[in-house]
């Protein structure tokens, strides 16, 4: 059962962890883009960060979506 919140920041914390989330998404969607570029093309530059930055990104994503959990599932 959720109780009402009683004021402060508690609620904005939220949001801009979940706006983070979604730019970490997009972020990823970019990358992984740029790393299938580099295997169109040849680019082994782009492969290996593109990776990288997709894992970064992916794992930013969860870590920040968990912190907000309740543990309710």
């Known amino acids: 059962m959720r109780t009402a919140r009683s004021g402060g920041h508690h609620g904005a914390r939220h949001v801009s962890d979940r706006v983070l989330s979604v730019i970490c998404v997009f972020f990823a969607l970019g990358a992984l883009a740029w790393a299938l570029h580099?295997?169109?093309?040849?680019?082994?530059?782009?492969?290996?960060?593109?990776?990288?930055?997709?894992?970064?990104s992916i794992t930013t994503v969860v870590a920040l979506l968990n912190s907000q959990s309740d543990g309710d599932s």
């Open 38 to 56: 580099g295997l169109i093309f040849d680019d082994v530059f782009a492969i290996h960060f593109g990776v990288v930055i997709v894992m970064a």
